[in-house]
């Protein structure tokens, strides 16, 4: 199992510029998670999904868009790229309410924008 | 709301001494609290949960309702623990299993 991919791994944008931000799991779990990792701030959630078709924002979600439609795939999408945007977005999943919250991270994007 | 507060930004150790991470949180009902930690160039993995009251890589962590607190121990530290510590929190009931993050400790132990 590769577990939790994501893709790229590092990007530079423009200010005004859109991406999409790639997030695949292989362990056939229901809830997927999209954080962003601010220095000295900690995770922060921006926007979760517990299926296929079903998504909700979390935290902070302005700025973000995301979809989901398949169990494998939860890309975030940034459509007008603002420098606030610098961070390092990771990915999540996990089985869901019936296991223990135990989240499976991917390795990260490192996004800059300029 | 809910608010998880490690209030260590750094926290240095020499070999074999004996380390505690701090960890406060807000938070009304039944939360569940985790441990997690990011090693340098590895992914953020799950250390421990309250629930399962384990000791893990020698890492203990006791839940603490009256004083709202998750402090994560070891009685001797090793040079392979410094890494990154994050305390996270989960609401109970209907919460989709949504993680709230502290601002996270660096531990570093010294030779």
């Known amino acids: 199992n590769a577990g939790v991919t994501q893709t790229p791994k590092f990007r530079i944008l423009k200010i005004g510029q859109s991406m999409t931000l790639q997030c695949t799991q292989d362990?056939?779990?229901?809830?997927m998670y999209w954080y962003r990792q601010d220095p000295g701030m900690g995770l922060k959630l921006i926007y979760y999904s517990v299926g296929a078709g079903i998504t909700d924002k979390g935290e902070v979600p302005n700025g973000y868009n995301v979809s989901r439609s398949t169990t494998e795939d939860f890309p975030l999408r940034l459509e007008l790229a603002a420098p606030s945007q610098t961070s390092v977005y990771f990915c999540a999943s996990s089985y869901g309410d019936s296991h223990p919250y135990e989240q499976y991270f991917g390795p990260g994007t490192r996004l800059t924008v300029t | 709301a809910q608010r998880v507060t490690q209030p260590e930004k750094l926290l240095s150790v020499f070999k074999g001494a004996p380390v505690e991470l701090k960890c406060n949180y807000s938070y009304s009902g039944s939360p569940e609290l985790f441990w997690y930690v990011q090693y340098s160039r590895q992914r953020l993995q799950l250390l421990l949960r309250?629930?399962s009251r384990e000791s893990i890589k020698g890492f203990t962590a006791d839940l603490n309702k009256g004083e709202t607190s998750f402090h994560l121990k070891k009685p001797f530290a090793q040079e392979e623990d410094s890494a990154m510590y994050y305390c996270?929190?989960?609401?109970?009931?209907?919460?989709?299993?949504?993680?709230?993050f502290g601002q996270g400790t660096i531990l570093t132990v010294h030779p």
């Open positions: 996270a929190v989960v609401a109970g009931g209907t919460s989709y299993g949504k993680l709230t």
């Open positions: 309250h629930i």
């Open positions: 362990m056939n779990h229901n809830y």
